[in-house]
């Protein structure tokens, strides 16, 4: 493990590590050392693991980003070697973490990279502490202060994981877009670009609704949300997949990485915390919490990382 300093990018300013140059490079040097691994899971061999999974999850990105987009297979190279994957929350997130996706979109029309799939991951197994969409205002002596609108309606059971939650209604959907439509009205004549923006969002929270209801009836919060993001990336033409981690999570694959964890969890734990201190030393960090508190180990009980 090693430290790396980084200075913090001023405004309009772009830091990228490492340079696109190099990205070919490094997915080739990542290749290499996975076909090294000797280990097994569950008395498989990884490699053979390893390549049924990306089997599976591809298919199963392929056949959920249909739902949005029923041309997305002729907008990838069948022979692909590589997949290049980023992911977060489905919340509304800023642009410096929307940038993940556009910048992933850019790779991919790379001739460098002309072997590689794109993914994105709906974490969608994080728990809904706050679904709040921030938007500017002015206050009562003019200046601009920023406002907090919650999506989701305060009957619903707070903090439970995004996949818990159903696909919002319709009516839950339109009362949201009239709050922040009338609250940026006032910002209109300041710049019209807001308002007509968010109204573009609307519309793609509406058709995701739509989406959802006729061919993905099953959809949770957090697929809708992603959807409702993909629909609003038109303008760039994305070509990357999507797909929950909760469909991940369901597959035969993930639960023998579970079940290796589970047999093995006192050796785990022990690699697990000691990771965690070596983290917290090197950065001098004194808070246990952070970034997430080690795992208790006591006598014959030992805590799971799930």
Known sequence: MKKTNIKIPQNKQVFLSCSTKEISSLLEENKKIFSQYSFKI?????????????KEVIGRALKFSKIFDPDIAKKINPDYQYIIQTGHQPVFFHPGVWIKNIFLNELLKSPL????????????????????????????????????????????????????YPCPSLEMIAKFNWDIIHRLKSLESENEDILNNFKNFAHCLENSFRFCSRNHKRANLGEFLGLARRLYEQEIEPAYLEISFSQICDSDEFLSFFLEIIKNIEYFSKIYNNKLDEYRTLFKIRNREHPSPNLMIKENLIEFPF
């Open 42 to 54: 569950l008395n498989q061999p990884f490699r053979e693991v390893r390549e049924k999974s990306r």
């Open 113 to 164: 990279l002309d072997k590689s799939w794109g993914l994105n991951i709906i974490l969608d197994n994080d728990n809904c502490k706050d679904l709040t969409f921030s938007l500017p205002a002015l206050s009562s002596n003019g200046n601009l202060k920023l406002e907090k609108v919650n999506f989701l309606s305060s009957v619903l059971t707070p903090k439970l994981p995004f996949e818990e």
